[in-house]
């Protein structure tokens, strides 16, 4: 979890304000310790939901190390053991706890949430210099392997790790016939030019956290 510079309890206390008026907007940057007090909070409130309110069960142990490298924001890698009784053992019981996809209007709060937050720009032969972008065997390739394939259900591959479920929706596909302009989500490439994306393109979530 890495903390964002754009909250906006952090954009309020980055304002400077002389005669009930907003002269000035500092930057994030300039005051790191603003940033990283609001970090420490969210990151609280994560443990307290994980652990206190058991979002995904009953927690037996945990651990974590909030590090701030390269760019300089708080983030935090969180380990947790979950009871025996609350462990997952089938890859279809991730499907309660994360999702891939992009939510459908009838939950527009979440639906906006991902949209802004949860969707990976485009890199690859669309933009060659996204921020993403790594050298790795003889080939430039996006670091985070997007875009994913389409999979109608989660799987689990040999280590463990989870192929989430990313199924297809023609909606989303300006080669359906069924596409359409109000589901669709758009972003902007290198040139400029609007493409869309879709759910091969969405960092796994949790709708209650």
Partial sequence: MTSNPNRPEIKQALQIHLENKTVSQQLPQDRPYIVARVAKLKFDQILEDLDKKQVFGKVSAFVYAIECQKRGLPHMHLLIIMTPGDKIHQAEELD?????EIPQHDDLELRELVLKWMIHNPCGDLNT???CMVHKN?????RFDFPK????????VDDGKPNYRRRYNPQLDPNSPQFSHEHAVYRKNINGRRITRDNRHVAPYNAKI
């Fill in 129 to 131: 210099n996204a921020i």
């Fill in 149 to 156: 394939s389409y999979q109608e259900v989660t799987s689990l």
């Fill in 96 to 100: 309660d706890l994360i999702s891939s």
């Fill in 138 to 142: 003889g080939r430039t390739k996006c």
